[in-house]
């Protein structure tokens, strides 16, 4: 299991049927080695299963519980004052975040979670299709590996990295963000005969952040009590209708005024954000006390001074739960260009429904199901706490993070361009700085021909191309970032708990037909 991530759970292994050494394909001997290994005497692992432990990392300690059964599979993590659960009922997946936001996961995470349920799973052996031989490698430690990656149908391609010499599992590996995240298995020891790791580190690169897990405890159960696989209940926005509030804008971007012990302060509305953020001076006035580190991704991957606690804040007398925010110098981060109190992420859009009326600089928020949003209606992606829509530039589709946090109308991803070879001009003349956490990033200005949302169309819209390799806008999944400059155009509805987007054309829309091309 990943923290933070996905689930990585465990299912009865049996050992397909014997075939002819001769004839197995590369990959099947590996696996076939690969499951020797775990159970050297033909064990099978206990179908019912707890297990607890700590966890270690970025200045915190903490403790992790599991629990499984053929049907279930529930996960909690508790690191410092943040915490994480994971519930799978059957096919479906569910993740409770840190302030209270509860996720059906029907993205990117479920695709990865049904891989690595796979891995665990006796399907791992018995269909080797679905599993290749990428080459061998030596990890940074010295071990030497064979590395397999695994592409069951509807999942996400991770790579095994089997030991050469042990031929158990060394390192899971997969994709995530703007780089690789790894979880590295040691500490391998007998269970009812079954080899099980007790030790995992995880890690996204950066080792200062990495993520140590250890199990102190893991016992084999005949039942597990139904009520630990409860569904979750999340938290929302505690107010009994919609509330409109005022919203101003400065340099580009949108802010709020929320109230904290009393005190008023202005708060970047971020879409973009997975949390909620306070500005170092905001915190330490409200006498919060940061513990640990964490890593923030914006413009660059930069080091945020802590996480504090914090129950709530208001939002026009509303009371918006928050539990944990994290801390930053905000002022330095952004290079002075953002002077901020805090952002509104991830929480904010979790715990209610949020229309965003440009045109009029007002914004409406609440709980669930308490208003009929307008307009067109488009599926939304936040396995990630992110909002990600599909939608398609000069003719080409790809996965774009709607981002109100970011004043740009697009941000195109070099790693989306590099994979569709010119579906866009290159514009020599076009540098362009791009501000976000963490500073500047590189990046030219250019234009594109053609945005399509759903049925609405956009000419000549203006984009920065980002070059960077690190941070938010280098990210793997997303072919970029649809900013406030054309989001601006609609009265916007958040929907997170339903997983939609709602767009009508505002008083202003103005899809930029008559716009002068400037590349």
């Known amino acids: 299991m990943t923290f933070f991530g996905a689930v990585f759970t465990l299912a009865a292994i049996t050992v397909p049927p014997a075939v002819p050494a001769a004839s197995l394909p590369q990959a099947a001997q590996i696996l076939a080695l690969h499951h020797a290994a775990l159970a050297p005497h033909g064990a099978s692992p206990p179908a019912v299963l707890e297990s607890s432990g700590t966890l270690t990392g970025a200045n915190l300690n903490g403790t992790f519980a599991t629990w499984h059964d053929p049907d279930h599979d529930r996960v909690d993590q508790i690191l410092g004052i943040r915490q994480e659960r994971t519930l799978r009922i059957g096919e479906r997946q569910f993740l409770q975040n840190s302030s209270g936001n509860v996720i059906e996961l029907k993205g990117l995470l479920l695709r990865r979670a049904r891989t690595q349920d796979f891995i665990t799973s006796a399907d ?146 971020d879409s973009g954000a997975q949390g909620v953020v306070l500005d170092s001076r905001v915190a330490a006035s409200l006498t919060l006390e940061p513990e640990g580190s964490f890593e923030a991704r914006g413009a660059t991957r930069s080091a945020g001074i802590g996480v504090a606690a914090l129950d709530h804040l208001l939002i026009g007398g509303a009371a918006l739960p928050v539990h944990v925010v994290s801390v930053l110098d905000l002022n330095a981060s952004t290079a002075g260009r953002f002077p901020i109190d805090g952002i509104l ?27 009929s949003p307008r307009g067109e209606a488009f599926d939304i992606d936040v396995d990630r706490e992110l909002l990600e829509l599909n939608a398609t530039v000069n003719g080409v589709q790809g996965r774009f993070l709607v981002d109100t946090g970011n004043g740009n109308e697009l941000l195109i991803f070099h790693n989306f361009l590099e994979a569709h070879t010119g579906m866009l001009a290159f514009n020599p003349t076009g540098s362009a700085g791009n501000y976000g956490i963490g500073g500047a990033t590189r990046a030219y200005a250019t234009d594109v021909d053609e945005l399509d949302i759903g049925a609405y169309r956009f000419f ?8 960077s390799d690190e941070g938010a806008f280098a990210d793997r999944f997303d072919a970029g970032n649809i900013g406030l400059g054309v989001l601006k155009n609609f009265v916007v509805t958040f929907d997170v708990p339903d997983r939609k987007l709602f767009l009508t054309p505002g008083v202003n829309f103005n899809d930029g037909r008559d716009r002068t091309v400037f590349r």
């Open 460 to 467: 000549h819209s203006y984009a920065n191309v980002i070059l």
């Open 345 to 371: 992420g991830f929480p904010l859009f979790g715990a209610c429904q949020v229309t965003i009326d440009y045109a009029h600089k007002r914004m409406t928020i609440a709980p669930p199901g308490t208003q």
């Open 124 to 269: 791992l052996f018995g269909k080797p299709q679905y599993s290749t031989v990428v080459g061998a490698a030596t990890l940074p430690d010295g071990r030497d590996v064979i590395q397999l990656q695994v592409s069951p149908p509807g999942g996400e391609p991770e790579t095994m990295d089997i030991d050469a010499q042990t031929h158990l599992l060394d390192r899971l590996e997969y994709v995530d963000g703007d780089g690789m995240f790894t979880i590295d298995f040691s500490d391998y020891r007998p269970l009812d005969g079954f080899l099980f790791s007790f030790k995992q580190v995880q890690s996204d690169g950066d080792h200062p952040y990495d993520i140590t897990q250890i199990v102190t405890e893991m016992l084999p159960k005949q039942k597990i009590s139904p009520e630990t696989f409860v569904p979750f209940v999340a938290t929302h926005l505690k107010a009994a209708a919609p509330i409109t509030i005022p919203i101003t804008e400065r340099a580009g971007a949108l802010y709020a005024d929320v109230s904290i012990f009393g005190r008023t302060f202005s708060f970047l509305i």
